[in-house]
């Protein structure tokens, strides 16, 4: 029993003793921009940073999304290698490390799902001095639904207290200012319409304009001019989930195949098929391969049912529950356009994809860049520009 309480008080002591390094740790670091939102986080983390290192700021970033790093003040990145499934703690080392770097900013994505993870992170650990929201869409329900009233209101738990927020969401604005108010802190909306056309031809990679938007609005809090922000999100390396097509010939056809896995809410998806479509309208011909994960069953559904009011030729299914899925789609009456490949490989896929008549054809993978679609785009990447 006495060993018990002696344990107990030592576990206690510890607790203080670890809450109070981590207090001095964040003291070290001037700025801490902390990203959150249901998609664009990486993405938007990766643009605050390239626009704050363009700027002269010193800066460090730490990435959550398709493949976690840390981004270091010349830009160059290593992985995070994680020994066993995510935890918010996580947060705790990168700001360590961060506080011994002579930084000036620390822009750090939000890693916690459930709301009070997402409330414990900003208010106990990060304390940011800048909060992003990105967006707020319909995903993780299971956590933090039922709706998107709900998914909203844990997004808002990152909000800081006496700050600012910056966000390029529009259709729950209202209950976010409302949110914002509570934590008596000052909710910027960003609009798209600040970026152009012209702006967006910069980036080599798909990238979405409310992401730049709100970036560039960031960078301006800064006092980092618009050219120079620009020039240096440019130059930064994009997420391994952004958008990107890779053309591979065979047998005197050319397969364009657009790695669209991270937009994995039926709203991004759409946003990326319309942009896609628009840069290549010479193809008709157009192919959808989902990529299912037996953990994100809801998110394949939603995907599925999105292909209802779809012009489309054929819809692959990959990964862990294909069978599942091809029920469904049968359900919905999209079965004749559906095709199982179950798991498979890059070479045995394309065989697949090559059954069918056209000489051109535009190929959207959609759905999960973990499991069998991380193959699919290691794939094609490789074989890019040649004939297979």
């Known amino acids: 029993m006495y060993g018990l309480i002696i344990a107990l008080f030592l576990f206690i002591i510890y607790g203080i003793i670890e809450y109070q390094q981590h207090q001095n740790n964040r003291k070290k670091i001037p700025e801490i921009i902390h990203v959150n939102g249901t998609r664009g986080k990486s993405s938007v983390t990766r643009l605050i940073a390239g626009g704050l290192r363009a700027g002269g700021i010193a800066t460090i970033a730490k990435t959550t999304g398709s493949a976690p790093v840390i981004i270091f003040e010349d830009g160059n990145e290593i992985p995070i290698k994680r020994h066993f ?102 909710l910027i909306s960003v609009e798209s319409e600040t970026v152009s056309d012209s702006d967006m031809k910069g980036f080599k990679h798909v990238e979405h304009i409310e992401n730049v938007a709100l970036a560039l609005k960031v960078c301006e809090k800064y006092g980092i001019s618009r050219e120079t922000a620009l020039k240096g999100m440019y130059e930064a390396k994009p997420d391994v989930g952004a958008t990107e097509t890779f053309a591979v010939k065979h047998k005197g056809k050319t397969i364009f195949f657009v790695h669209s896995f991270a937009a994995n809410d039926p709203e991004s998806t759409l946003y990326i098929i319309d942009y896609v479509r628009k840069l290549h309208p ?64 890059g070479e045995k896929f394309l065989q697949k994809v090559m059954k069918m008549p056209a000489k051109e054809i535009l190929l959207f993978g959609i759905g999960n860049i973990h499991g069998n679609g991380s193959i699919l785009v290691n794939y094609f990447k490789e074989r890019h520009g040649k004939h297979v």
């Open 85 to 186: 499934s995510p935890n918010i703690r996580e947060q705790l080392k990168i700001i360590k490390f961060a506080s011994r770097r002579n930084i000036n900013t620390l822009v750090l994505e939000c890693m916690a799902v459930r709301p009070e993870y997402q409330w414990e992170t900003e208010h106990k650990m990060v304390r940011s001095s800048i909060g992003v929201i990105t967006n707020s869409r319909p995903d993780h329900l299971d956590v933090m639904g039922p709706g998107l009233r709900n998914v909203t209101l844990s997004l808002c738990n990152s909000i800081p207290g006496r700050g600012q927020i910056f966000t390029s969401e529009n259709k729950v604005l209202p209950l976010m200012q409302k949110q914002a108010k509570k934590h008596h802190s000052q």
């Open 282 to 345: 010479h193809l008709e011909s157009v192919a959808f391969v989902l990529s299912t994960r037996e953990d994100r069953m809801f998110r394949s559904k939603q995907l599925v049912y999105m292909m209802k009011d779809l012009p489309y030729d054929e819809l692959f299914l990959v990964g862990q529950q294909t069978a599942a899925i091809k029920n469904y789609s049968q359900k919905i009456g999209i079965s004749n356009k559906v095709t199982d490949c179950g798991w498979v490989s």
